[in-house]
């Protein structure tokens, strides 16, 4: 097992449900399910949005690596908005995995037969997510990861290498084709892969995306060096440095 496993399971898209359509398992309201804590006024719900994928199912479906995590509080575990939270409690997921009702990561439990940790949506002996039709944005971006650099300045876009499939895809690619050669290392990713990299970071960068994301900071992971940056999103790192210039400067 890695000494840091990423954070899901990755599967081709499916759709995010509305918080209107998530509705309780066993009857009752929506806040019975999550109380009747008021919600924070300077977030934002994630608007509907599928993240491309790039993986075959039947590849992640005997990976070893993902939804798996050596410590209880590893700061991969993903992140999951209120709506996502109340999704995930409608599904099946219990209430105590989430501490923080306004957005928060997720508690994970002990592997019933192994080491380590699994996150709660995660059924091991089938390696499907128990809440994949709606699960959170954190795990349909995977493998890609919005990470902040080594220099704690710019928000980038990179890929986990602790994804088997995505380091099968670079072996045997020339080093020396520039157009895929990648600034901080010299893994190279497939056309495809590279293809799907862009539409992700397009789909980041969008209006209404900027807006979730600077207020949810914890989807923008510290840096990990063992993640190959892709690119730079200067777009939303000036969102999130203007939410915290904002943050920070004395009220009236």
């Given amino acids: 097992m890695p000494s840091e496993p990423p954070r899901s399971l990755p599967h081709p898209a499916a759709p995010r449900l509305s918080p209107a359509a998530c509705s309780p398992t066993r009857g009752g309201s929506m806040m019975v399910l999550m109380g009747t804590m008021p919600k924070p ?17 039947q590849v992640c479906l005997t990976c070893k ?5 050596p410590e209880i509080d590893s700061f991969l575990r993903p992140y999951f908005t209120e709506a996502e939270i109340r999704a995930a409690i409608a599904h099946g997921i219990p209430e105590a995995a989430f501490p923080r009702h306004e957005g928060c990561q997720i508690e994970v439990v002990p592997h019933p037969a192994g080491e380590g940790y699994l996150c709660p949506a995660f059924d091991p002996v089938t390696s ?11 795990c349909q971006l995977y493998p890609f990861v919005i990470m902040w650099d080594s220099a704690q300045k710019m928000v980038v876009l990179g890929w986990d290498t602790k994804c088997p ?3 099968a ?59 190959v940056v892709l690119r730079a999103l200067g777009e ?7 939410k915290q210039r904002a943050q920070s400067s004395p009220s009236c």
């Avoid at 608007?47 to 199912?57: A, D, K």
């Avoid at 690596?65 to 995590?69: E, H, K, L, P, W």
């Fill in 128 to 138: 499907r997510c128990r809440i994949y039709e709606v699960r959170p944005f954190d």
């Fill in 165 to 167: 499939y995505l380091m």
């Fill in 169 to 227: 895809q670079t072996q045997g690619r020339s080093q020396t084709d520039s157009s895929r050669h990648l600034a901080n290392g010299h893994l190279l990713l497939s056309p495809e892969c590279q293809t799907i990299a862009e539409a992700v970071a397009t789909r980041i960068e969008a209006a209404a995306m900027l807006d979730v994301l600077a207020a949810h900071p914890a989807l923008i992971t510290r840096y990990q060096d063992d993640v």
């Fill in 41 to 57: 006024q300077h977030l934002r719900e994630l608007p509907l949005v599928s993240v491309p994928q790039g993986i075959p199912t």
């Fill in 236 to 242: 939303l790192t000036e969102r999130v440095r203007r």
């Fill in 65 to 69: 690596v993902c939804c798996r995590f």
